[in-house]
């Protein structure tokens, strides 16, 4: 059974770093194929990629939020962690982490179940 | 502005079918798989379709999905009352200016 949490403080101050983590079960990010991706929503509004790390520490991150972000995994904890620089009251939102089968063209078919971030002086 | 266009909208009453649409481009939907994702109100998203119209284990065979150029359809066949939430399309987007994951505005279902 693949479960993801996300963990992280509930609230930032601007120009502050946010460092989430992800932590899972069910499954190994040493596994070929498998990835770990980020997904955000701000209140009321739609979904918004943020970044992905593959197995073999392949990353992808959002071009508009490139120079803002750092994914790294470990492994050996089943943890991802994303770190966000810089931030801002438009970064308020509920952050996603969720499972990617690459080989199986299955992405984000797990989700945990967000953690509300709220970017405030 | 989301890259791929959803209608902010749709409803149908119980047993009817309704679809939602998800226009894009050659740069994802015309080139990459599309994804769907149904959001229940306060929950996080579900993968309800991937590669165009392949559904995971589990999900009904009342949610269908099908691809044509750069546009896509969600289709709810038998609507239900539990089926009202937002349905979120997505794909990959291999732009110049960088590959990414592009999602659809979201399209908030209601059921009469």
């Known amino acids: 059974q693949i479960t993801l949490k996300e963990s992280g403080p509930t609230l930032v101050k601007p120009t502050q770093t946010l460092t989430l983590t992800c932590t899972f079960s069910?499954?190994?990010?040493?596994?070929?194929?498998?990835?770990v991706g980020w997904i955000r929503q701000p209140p009321g509004k739609a979904l918004e990629w943020l970044a992905l790390?593959?197995?073999?520490?392949?990353?992808r991150y959002s071009p508009s939020l490139k120079s803002r972000l750092t994914i790294t995994k470990d492994t050996s904890k089943n943890q991802v962690v994303l770190t966000m620089t810089n931030m801002d009251p438009v970064d308020t939102a509920t952050y996603y982490c969720?499972?990617?089968?690459?080989?199986?063209?299955?992405?984000?078919?797990?989700w945990g179940q967000g953690t509300l971030v709220t970017v405030s002086s | 502005q989301s890259v791929l266009t959803q209608p902010p909208s749709a409803s149908g009453t119980p047993g009817q079918r309704v679809t939602i649409s998800c226009s894009g481009s050659?740069?994802?939907?015309?080139?990459?798989?599309v994804y769907w994702y149904q959001q229940l109100p306060g929950t996080a998203p579900k993968l309800l379709i991937y590669?165009?119209?392949q559904r995971p284990s589990g999900v009904p065979d009342r949610f269908s999905g099908s691809k044509s150029g750069t546009s896509a359809s969600l289709a709810i066949s038998g609507l239900r009352s539990e089926d009202e939430a937002d349905y979120y399309c997505a794909a990959w987007d291999d732009s110049l200016s960088g590959s990414n994951w592009v999602f659809g505005g979201g399209t908030k279902l209601t059921v009469l």
């Open positions: 050659s740069s994802n939907i015309g080139s990459n798989y």
């Open positions: 790390i593959y197995w073999d520490d392949d990353k």
């Open positions: 069910g499954f190994s990010l040493s596994t070929s194929g498998v990835g």
């Open positions: 590669r165009n119209n």
């Open positions: 969720a499972h990617i089968m690459q080989w199986l063209d299955l992405n984000f078919d797990y």
